[in-house]
């Protein structure tokens, strides 16, 4: 009898026999298994990390491969530390963005996955790195000896102007600042704001002396001057809130992505092609923002309003190229504690504040004779500007009728929504920061965009006013009309909270018409007229065969913490 026989016949009548058989038939099945799934699944590779050397709280973006599009049971480890889960900002197979632990020490970098480690960086925590001791510290870190204000008192106000005096300050600010504690809800010892340029805090700057105005969100406590030389010792500083306090509140980080895709229709030889993406601001509720990634290369990436990609059209006729940036965006929950009765009139209307945000310009028609018309019958005799302008506000979302976005093509104006009675939140924000810059408040308009309860966003624009003593003082007039929107925290009476209130849900990539100059004489210029900023040229080609298409894409969330 063969070997085959009998053992055929002792499956039929030996149970135990049978019972290891198919033991061993389920074991070789497993092994081969997970033999294959080893061999079809590919280590993940580090290719670099950005930036190599940072301090605690910073952000690390590991770029490679094989990471695997969701994090699952992945995960990153820095010098033998697993990263726990509350750090990580994104994930995807080529891209990790993660924010640095408090405890985080220099060592190797590695990601982590179900196929095993990744080959290894190496980061250095920029806190731990020893650094030349100068022999004259004094010689070059600024000092400030002393702070003056406008009036003379010993206590300072919301956009009133302050003289530091010292040495070391540099003969001219380049990149200097001017720091205060910052105006917070829960302030830590380690808050503090700087004045910023856009805002035009800084009106003079000389090797030992500045003069800079209070900031909007600044608090009592200290001031301190960073050149790039070092930092000064804090300087104490008080701050008086005649006119109220705001409240800065619920802060929200987003990891915000922009981008546009290009694709040559025909050969173009010769056509160069510049893009001008708007990059998020940095103002009173949105204190903090950081680009952390940008491809490709572009030609400018430091320009304060834009992200300037260049390059030639001469690519293969209908393949898409990619230009993007990723922005990692704080925001706070502004609420007003506005005193009505304690705002003033302009005391000094020669400041260039004052000047820059009452006057007309390209995009606020507000001396055109319907603005100055409906403004007259609105306010009347009033003189109050806080009264002015809640009167503004209270017609337009009384009478006006908010609608839909329109054809972002549309070559109907702001002030058509006066005839009409209808209009975007475009039309709504251009036409109220018409009527208030024509009644003699500051206003300037913001162009961004609104990120719902599902984290999509869409373009949307609301406006700044500026009250003296008080600083910076919002107004969402389509929000207040009734425009559709999902918040996070729900909002019972929409109509008063967004007169002088703002949401943590607002991303402001403008504040004001931001007019570009053409690179090339003869170019063609592409504008987007209802988009998520306010500027003159988005596109510009250069070259008489120049024929491409291109689609902006609506900035996407990417990461939220």
């Not at 400041?351 to 820059?356: A, E, R, T, V």
């Not at 009250?467 to 007039?477: A, K, L, Q, S």
């Amino acid at each position: 009898m063969s070997s085959l026989s009998s053992y055929k016949r002792l499956l039929k009548t030996k149970p135990f026999i049978r019972f290891v058989s198919f033991f061993f038939c389920v074991t070789v099945a497993i092994a081969v298994s997970l033999f294959i799934g080893k061999k079809n699944t590919k280590n993940p590779v580090i290719s670099s990390i950005d930036p190599p050397i940072a301090s605690p709280e910073e952000i690390l973006t590991i770029r490679g491969n094989n990471f695997g599009n969701e994090k699952e049971n992945s995960y990153v480890s820095i010098s033998n530390s697993r990263i726990t889960n509350s750090k990580y900002i994104s994930w995807s197979d080529s891209e990790i963005i993660i924010k640095l632990p408090s405890n985080v020490q220099d060592g190797l970098v590695t990601v982590i996955t179900q196929a095993g480690p990744s080959t290894p960086a190496f980061f250095a925590n920029k806190s731990s790195i020893p650094t030349t001791v100068r022999k004259d510290p004094k010689a070059t870190v600024p000092i400030i000896q002393n702070i003056t204000t406008e009036s003379g008192s010993e206590i300072s106000l919301i956009g009133q102007t302050i003289t530091i005096s010292g040495i070391n300050f540099n003969t001219s600010r380049g990149t200097s600042k001017v720091y205060f504690s910052a105006n917070k809800e829960t302030p830590s010892e380690n808050d503090f704001i700087a004045a910023l340029p856009t805002n035009y805090d800084y009106e003079y700057w000389s090797d030992d002396e500045i003069k800079v105005r209070v900031p909007d969100s600044a608090d009592s406590g200290f001031i301190y001057v960073e050149t790039d030389r070092g930092k000064s010792e804090p300087y104490p500083l008080q701050i008086s809130f005649p006119a109220g306090k705001k409240i800065f509140s619920t802060p929200r980080t987003y990891v915000l992505q922009t981008s546009v895709n290009l694709r040559p229709e025909t050969e173009n030889t010769d056509a160069l092609i510049t893009l001008y993406m708007p990059r998020p601001q940095v103002s009173t509720f949105q204190p903090e923002v950081t680009t952390s990634a940008i491809t490709p290369e572009p030609l400018i990436q430091d320009d304060i309003f834009n992200i300037i990609f260049q390059d030639s059209l001469d690519k293969t006729v209908n393949t898409n190229t990619t230009y993007s940036a990723t922005n990692i965006v704080k925001t706070y929950t502004i609420s007003a504690n506005i005193i009505p009765g304690k705002i003033i009139n302009y005391s000094d209307k020669t400041k260039i504040l004052y000047k820059s945000y009452i006057s007309p310009d390209k995009g606020i028609p507000s001396i055109n004779p319907k603005v100055l018309e409906l403004k007259d019958s609105i306010i009347g005799k009033t003189k109050n500007n806080y009264e002015k302008a809640r009167q503004i506000y209270m017609h337009m979302v009384n009478n006006f009728k908010i609608s839909a976005l329109t054809d972002p093509n549309s070559t109907s104006s702001p002030e058509d929504l006066i005839s009409t009675g209808s209009g975007d939140a475009y039309s709504f924000a251009i036409l109220y920061t018409a009527l208030c810059r024509a009644a003699g408040i500051p206003a300037v308009p913001q162009g961004g965009v609104l990120i719902d309860t599902q984290y999509t966003t869409k373009n949307h624009w609301w406006t700044e006013l500026y009250f003296e003593r008080y600083g910076w003082f919002p107004v969402d007039t389509a929000l207040g009309a009734g425009l559709e929107y999902s918040p996070f925290t729900e909002i019972t009476d929409r109509k008063n909270y967004y007169f002088g209130n703002i949401d943590n849900q607002h991303i402001s990539f403008c504040r004001g018409w931001n007019q570009i100059k053409s690179s090339f004489i003869n170019s063609r210029t592409v504008k987007r007229p209802r988009s998520y900023a306010l500027q003159s040229i988005w596109e510009e080609a250069r070259g008489s065969e120049a024929n491409y298409s291109s689609l902006w894409n609506a900035p996407a969330i990417i990461g939220i913490y």
